[in-house]
């Protein structure tokens, strides 16, 4: 049989079976740990009518084949052979192989790379800078990641806080993106990733990297509100974009760290909280499950904001604000927006959301009084 075929054949009991019997411990809460970490941040899920094993502290994201390989030190054939002998599909010769006797690598403990072993490796690609790269080729690096327009209408400081965050992989023709401690060193190196199992494109994360550690926080006016978005693609839309913001690493980030926090540098800010809508259908289970873990994530974050909030917070439901961009049933995100736009000016991008918020507070207190 084909890994395809016997995934198939798996839902997500059967494969939280598998990694019970490896020794995973899968708590009803449903994160667990496949390393060794403080906090478990591994679950499993379902996408594309496959089910998916995801660890958001390392940046992996497989099927159970995957995952047997990764941290169980599996080959294709061996990770296979155990899938079919816990399915009873196996044959008599394969089902006589002794189930391997593999503890989890919780054992060995993975560490994390070095800043000059992440150093080492962010050196080998190519600043966005005509001296290495044409302008054609620069262009087609960042249309990839945001329309160019943006590049060309930001400001020094946006563009230059931009090439410090993106870089090019030559040997992938990838755009490759950096997110940073709050010390400033670089945590971890995202690659524009074009996945032909799932047939989409994905942010591929550095392995042996904490990609979910730190939130990436960017204040340029203390008078504007503070927009909190998700992930490295609204990142580095709002680095053009010179405004405010507090990007979350994920949308089950629950917990802001003294470090983070004080770049807000106690000044009081309103937030304006763009979140992701992943999903079209909100009557579906999935969107459902989705707004309830958004709701959730943003009750933790909110009460740690509390000494910064100026007046309110307000979650803005992008697909009801921004109805007249063209394919607004495409957006989810911030850099969505700008894909669908035709606004393709930094400037005015910016002051357009400004005024988005600035409107909506100026008729909702109108209207109080």
Same mark, same amino acid.
């Given at each position: 049989?084909?890994?395809?075929?016997? /995934? +198939?054949?798996?839902?997500?009991?059967?494969?939280?079976? =598998?990694?019970?019997?490896?020794?995973?411990?899968?708590?009803?809460?449903?994160?667990?740990?496949?390393?060794?970490?403080?906090? @478990?941040?591994?679950?499993?899920?379902?996408?594309?009518? *496959?089910?998916?094993?995801? +660890?958001?502290?390392?940046?992996?994201?497989?099927?159970?084949?995957?995952?047997?390989?990764?941290?169980?030190?599996? +080959?294709?054939?061996?990770?296979?052979?155990?899938?079919?002998?816990?399915?009873?599909?196996?044959?008599?010769?394969?089902?006589?192989? $002794?189930?391997?006797?593999?503890? $989890?690598?919780?054992?060995?403990?993975?560490?994390?790379?070095?800043? /000059?072993?992440?150093?080492?490796?962010? #050196?080998?690609?190519?600043?966005?800078?005509?001296?290495?790269?044409?302008?054609?080729?620069?262009?087609?690096?960042?249309?990839?990641?945001? @329309?160019?327009?943006?590049?060309? &209408?930001?400001?020094?400081?946006?563009?230059?806080?931009?090439?410090?965050?993106?870089?090019?992989?030559?040997?992938?023709?990838?755009?490759?993106?950096?997110?940073?401690? @709050?010390?400033?060193? =670089?945590?971890?190196?995202?690659?524009?990733?074009?996945?032909?199992?799932?047939?989409?494109?994905?942010?591929?994360?550095?392995? #042996?990297? $904490?990609? /979910?550690?730190?939130?990436?926080? !960017?204040?340029?006016? $203390?008078?504007?509100?503070?927009?909190?978005?998700?992930?490295?693609?609204?990142?580095?839309?709002?680095?053009?974009?010179?405004?405010?913001?507090?990007?979350?690493?994920? *949308? &089950?980030?629950?917990?802001?760290?003294?470090?983070?926090?004080?770049?807000? *540098?106690?000044?009081?800010? +309103?937030?304006?909280?763009? @979140?992701?809508?992943?999903? *079209?259908?909100?009557?579906?289970?999935?969107?459902?499950?989705?707004?309830?873990?958004?709701?959730?994530? =943003?009750?933790?974050?909110?009460?740690?904001?509390?000494?910064?909030?100026?007046?309110?917070?307000?979650?803005?439901?992008? !697909?009801?604000?921004?109805?007249?961009?063209?394919?607004?049933?495409?957006?989810?995100?911030?850099?969505?927006?700008?894909?669908?736009?035709?606004?393709?000016?930094? &400037?005015?991008?910016?002051?357009?959301?400004?005024?988005?918020?600035?409107? !909506?507070?100026?008729?909702?207190?109108?209207?109080?009084?």
């Amino acid at each position: 049989m084909t890994f395809q075929e016997l /995934n +198939d054949l798996l839902d997500k009991e059967a494969v939280k079976d =598998i990694l019970s019997n490896l020794g995973i411990k899968i708590p009803k809460s449903g994160n667990f740990s496949l390393r060794a970490e403080k906090t @478990p941040s591994s679950s499993i899920y379902i996408s594309r009518g *496959k089910v998916k094993i995801k +660890d958001f502290g390392s940046g992996f994201n497989g099927d159970i084949f995957d995952c047997l390989k990764e941290y169980f030190n599996m +080959d294709n054939t061996s990770a296979k052979q155990y899938v079919m002998n816990y399915l009873g599909l196996s044959d008599d010769e394969v089902r006589s192989i $002794p189930q391997p006797a593999i503890k $989890p690598i919780k054992e060995e403990i993975k560490q994390y790379l070095s800043q /000059n072993e992440i150093l080492a490796v962010w #050196n080998k690609y190519i600043p966005l800078q005509t001296k290495y790269l044409s302008a054609q080729k620069i262009a087609e690096v960042i249309d990839k990641l945001i @329309p160019v327009e943006y590049f060309k &209408t930001a400001k020094k400081e946006s563009k230059l806080a931009f090439l410090r965050a993106v870089k090019y992989d030559p040997t992938q023709n990838e755009p490759v993106v950096a997110t940073f401690s @709050p010390a400033g060193e =670089i945590l971890t190196i995202r690659h524009r990733r074009y996945k032909v199992y799932d047939n989409i494109i994905k942010w591929k994360s550095l392995k #042996n990297t $904490p990609a /979910n550690k730190y939130t990436q926080i !960017r204040i340029t006016n $203390p008078a504007d509100p503070i927009f909190i978005i998700e992930g490295t693609h609204d990142y580095i839309t709002a680095l053009l974009l010179d405004i405010n913001f507090i990007a979350l690493p994920s *949308k &089950t980030y629950k917990q802001f760290k003294n470090e983070e926090l004080a770049l807000l *540098k106690g000044n009081k800010y +309103d937030f304006v909280v763009l @979140p992701d809508l992943d999903f *079209k259908n909100q009557t579906e289970e999935k969107y459902k499950k989705f707004i309830k873990e958004l709701h959730t994530s =943003i009750n933790a974050l909110i009460p740690q904001l509390e000494a910064f909030i100026k007046d309110e917070v307000f979650i803005m439901n992008m !697909r009801q604000v921004f109805t007249y961009f063209k394919g607004i049933e495409a957006v989810k995100d911030l850099s969505d927006l700008c894909l669908v736009s035709d606004m393709y000016d930094s &400037t005015y991008m910016k002051i357009w959301l400004l005024e988005s918020f600035i409107y !909506r507070e100026y008729y909702i207190k109108g209207v109080k009084k």
